[in-house]
């Protein structure tokens, strides 16, 4: 994405020296220019051009291909590298231009965001500053906490990062080729240094290919961030930089243009954000760029599309198309915040044409004089690399005092509530909504507090980390909270992450001598036979299976195991039919039915949506706990129209009760998202500890109703 494009050798093919003729590539500019605004047109109307984001994977086949032809050219020239002047341009080149905008969308951040996204915000900041970005969001894919984390304003810095890493690892490679040069034959002469580079380069393009498809078929979240299944991409780049611009008739140079081209644009018609990547669907990606690198530009061919690309705006497109990069995603992530609405289409048509206008005073005023400035020092390596601490370390530094002013106020929160809460706790929570209560409930004094606050309300979700020993293995059993012991029920708690939300409550229990348990969940694994949905990792349907077929085998193997079983699950997230998810649910509860032991289904939970921006806690952090009210759900969105297959199941066997606990949730009309005082959502979707533990009391009564409890 960011190499520069200038006059150039004709590069060589492997084993023979560069030839000393140069030439201007006005088509690559070009084709940077389409790739750029491939990326912008899908971040602003990802349903007009779904697959847009492939533009990243053409910058990188792009970069690899220029940065090796510049090594090339200076291993023939000198005979070696130098690292220290070599990534001393790169960060001159980059840089400036992406610290500026790193330090301008941090205190865009503290100005307009609201402080219960700070944290996630200046994490990201911190680790794109440090061009770690790729690997943070890799990290993220996989902690079920942070899987949905809203889009911060540094999120594209992924592709910067993991082209700062190619470009730190790349030239190191080629010195190790070097180094392996001299064991070939003398014979070969100059080649025998090109042989051994492309040979090194290969092996590593190649096994990044297998990784690439290894991981995105296991793990496409990780896959799509991490450096090892990206390397491939400018390893090809880097291959073709070895063979020259495709030789013959002007004609067929034209034709392979214009294949490359259908290529990228039908990828970019045709793939969208279910299309695994980088696996295969990467390969037509690359292939479609490399096409139009090889043929070069038949200037003589009237009908060759190299011409549109070589017309002055898309010169010019290309020409700023790093800083169009950098600018155009933190405008749309931090815009609506700052309006307090959603973007419409005459803004993001204004975010279209400021980006423009900024990425052209960015190039004219910061990365071109920094670029070739002679002054303070500032080509000298040692001068460049102190001044990338320094500003590096400012960057972090603003991250880090903007993380401890949240930290800060967090604390000063939590000390009020507390105090609070030992004169008005007996209304907290679902109390608020207890018709027995009534005469003293809600306490108008709670209104003033939420808890946990919404900056906070990440910690506040039920993870239990230590429980994935316990489903794991040969040795399957179910995560134990409580010891069995005679006459106290032992129940199994089965289901997702949902129901994983639930066992704060159930730990009340426990604590009171109600009931003992264990915990048989999984993320996105409710209890059925159907798989979770298509788009969970195959880790997560895989570790799904392991954990049913586990759990049958138990219930065949010890079928007085537990006195009963309670499930639950996201009802929203299956996309089968009515009917088949009725009868996914019947099909897995045989076992335990036939065995008489008893099965308790709990309707669902409300939840706000399936987007990470659904979180009714950034209505709340923006609103604060005096006008809450206006961040309810609605009962219809959240409850009514979400089809619950354990309703139907229920129906249709015997010892089973189905308990709907949306009372404690939703009014007739409205789901409040604090109730006494209470935060009920740590995300879209999961129930805090915080609520869940006040729902204990009302589980007891159900299940002691059913005739479960004493």
Not at 380 to 391: D, E, I, M, Q, Y
Not at 593 to 600: E, G, N, R, S
């Amino acid at each position: 994405m960011s190499a520069t494009v200038q006059s150039r050798r004709a590069l060589p093919t492997v084993g023979t020296p560069a030839s000393a003729s140069s030439y201007l590539r006005p088509e690559i500019q070009g084709l940077r220019a389409i790739a750029v605004g491939l990326v912008v047109i899908f971040h602003l109307w990802p349903h007009r051009l779904p697959g847009g984001y492939l533009g990243v994977d053409v910058f990188f086949v792009i970069s690899g291909y220029l940065i090796t032809a510049h090594i090339l050219r200076e291993s023939d020239r000198t005979g070696r590298i130098a690292l220290g002047k070599f990534w001393a341009r790169r960060a001159r080149r980059l840089l400036p231009a992406a610290y500026l905008v790193l330090g301008v969308s941090l205190i865009a951040v503290f100005l307009w965001v609201p402080r219960m996204l700070w944290q996630q915000f200046v994490r990201e900041i911190g680790a794109a500053a440090l061009y770690v970005e790729n690997w943070a969001l890799a990290a993220d894919a996989v902690d079920y906490l942070a899987a949905d984390n809203v889009a911060s304003p540094a999120q594209h810095y992924w592709t910067l990062s993991a082209e700062e890493q190619f470009y730190i690892v790349w030239p190191v490679l080629v010195i190790a080729a070097l180094w392996c040069a001299p064991i070939l034959s003398t014979r070969l002469g100059q080649r025998r240094q090109h042989i051994a580079i492309f040979a090194m380069l290969a092996t590593v393009t190649v096994a990044s290919f297998v990784y690439s498809l290894h991981l995105t078929a296991t793990d496409p979240a990780t896959s799509y961030f991490v450096t090892t299944t990206r390397a491939w991409e400018f390893g090809v780049g880097a291959l073709l930089a070895f063979v020259p611009v495709l030789a013959g008739r002007a004609s067929l140079r034209a034709l392979v243009s214009l294949l490359g081209l259908v290529t990228l644009a039908v990828c970019a018609m045709r793939m969208d954000e279910a299309t695994p990547m980088p696996g295969t669907a990467a390969v037509w990606v690359v292939l479609g760029t490399a096409a139009l690198l090889w043929a070069g530009h038949p200037s003589s061919v009237a009908w060759s599309p190299t011409h549109a690309l070589s017309w002055r705006p898309a010169q010019f497109i290309g020409d700023i198309s790093y800083s169009v990069y950098l600018w155009h995603w933190p405008l749309i992530v931090i815009l609506p915040y700052a309006m307090g609405s959603s973007l419409g289409m005459l803004d993001k048509i204004a975010i279209a044409v400021v980006t423009i206008l900024l990425s052209w005073a960015t190039k004219k005023w910061v990365e071109d004089p920094v670029r070739t400035t002679r002054r303070l020092g500032i080509p000298r390596s040692g001068v460049t690399f102190g001044l990338v601490g320094a500003t590096a370390g400012a960057l972090v530094a603003g991250c880090f005092v903007g993380w401890s002013v949240v930290d800060h106020d967090n604390a000063a929160r939590a000390e009020a509530a507390e105090s609070l809460l030992k004169q008005h706790g007996a209304c907290f929570g679902a109390a608020a909504r207890d018709p027995k209560l009534a005469d003293t409930c809600p306490d108008p004094a709670l209104d003033k507090v939420m808890i946990p606050d919404p900056s906070e309300v990440k910690k506040d979700h039920a993870a239990y980390r230590r429980c994935l020993k316990y489903l794991r293995g040969d040795d399957f059993e179910g995560c134990p909270f409580g010891t069995p012991r005679r006459g106290v029920p032992h129940v199994a708690v089965v289901g997702d992450s949902h129901a994983r939300a639930l066992m704060p409550m159930f730990e009340i229990l426990v604590d009171q001598g109600v009931l003992t348990a264990e915990m048989i969940a999984s993320p996105s694994c409710g209890w059925s036979t159907l798989p979770p949905a298509a788009g969970n990792p195959e880790s997560r349907k895989v570790a799904c299976a392991e954990m049913k077929a586990n759990l049958d085998e138990l219930l065949r193997a010890e079928p007085d195991r537990f006195d009963f079983i309670v499930t639950t699950s996201r009802a929203s997230s299956q996309r089968a039919s009515e009917e088949a998810r009725v009868q996914g649910v019947l099909d897995v509860w045989e076992p335990a039915l036939k065995a008489k032991t008893p099965i308790v289904a709990i309707r669902d939970n409300p939840e706000g949506g399936r987007r990470a921006e659904d979180d009714p806690n950034i209505c709340l952090g923006e609103v604060g706990a005096a006008h809450a009210a206006e961040c309810a759900l609605s009962r219809k969105a959240a409850i009514t129209d979400v089809f619950d297959p354990y309703e139907q199941a229920v129906e249709r066997s015997k010892r089973t009760t189905y308990v709907d606990m949306t009372k404690w949730y939703c009014d007739e009309d409205k789901c409040p998202v604090v109730i006494g005082g209470a935060n009920v959502f740590s995300d879209s979707n999961h129930v805090t500890i915080t609520y869940a533990r006040t729902l204990a009391p009302y589980y007891k009564a159900a299940f002691a109703k059913a005739g479960l409890l004493d």
